[in-house]
């Protein structure tokens, strides 16, 4: 990747990333396309030049944490079973920015409000397709099958599905939890074959 690429690519993900942490600051509805412009500093044209809406930004996490959870699983020892690698690279990405002594309860706050935007809520569900795509092509490279076929897009619904209960678990968790542990119990379910719970 060419340096003018990885510039683009940096802006992007700094566009989304203000994006993100103004609309859990502020409130979605508080947080104007020029606002994360200036977070970045630049101009509200280049944010039109990634992004269509704020939404679309704050949405545009999903997609990439999926990307970079393809990688990572890509990057797991040949030798190792599908499964634990699933797992280990899908907490690696779930974890970062986590702290040990839980999370701070006013970003927890902040992400499930934001979460409960109609708007936010459309263009996370197309990032998840674009995002199960990304995830199953891995899986295929994997497990030797082609991205197309029932195989690998099941297993990447899947991991993104639990990943989605994970989450609205670790929003409305009382006291707060963390994710890591929340992520291997519902992957290592899903390994299982999801037994029925006794």
């Known amino acids: 990747m060419g340096l003018r690429e990885r510039k683009k690519q940096a ?15 502020r409130g979605f509805d508080e947080v104007r396309v ?13 944010f039109n030049n990634y992004f269509s809406s704020k939404a679309e930004a704050i949405a545009a996490r999903q ?3 999926a ?3 393809a990688d990572a699983l890509r990057a ?13 690279a899908v907490v690696e990405r779930y974890a970062l920015g986590q702290h040990d002594d839980g999370p701070d309860p006013r970003w927890v706050a ?17 990032a998840t397709a674009a995002a199960a795509t990304e995830l199953a092509a891995a899986v295929g490279e994997r497990t030797g099958t082609d991205a197309r076929d029932m195989y690998p897009r099941l297993v990447a ?11 609205d678990q670790w929003l409305h968790a009382d006291p707060p939890v963390q994710m890591a542990p929340l992520l ?15």
């Open 63 to 65: 997609l990439e944490r």
């Open 184 to 198: 291997r119990a519902a992957l290592g379910q899903l390994a299982a074959g999801l037994p029925v719970p006794r």
């Open 34 to 46: 020029e606002d994360i412009a200036a977070a970045v500093d630049v101009s509200p044209r280049t």
């Open 67 to 69: 990307r970079a959870i």
């Open 76 to 88: 797991r020892p040949a030798g190792e079973p599908l499964w634990p690698s699933i797992t280990e």
């Open 110 to 126: 902040g992400v499930r409000l934001m979460m409960g935007e109609p708007a936010l809520q459309g263009e996370v569900l197309k």
């Open 11 to 25: 802006t992007r993900a700094a566009l989304s990333w203000a994006a993100v942490r103004l609309a859990v600051e």
């Open 157 to 167: 619904g899947a991991v993104l599905a639990a990943a989605q209960v994970c989450t």
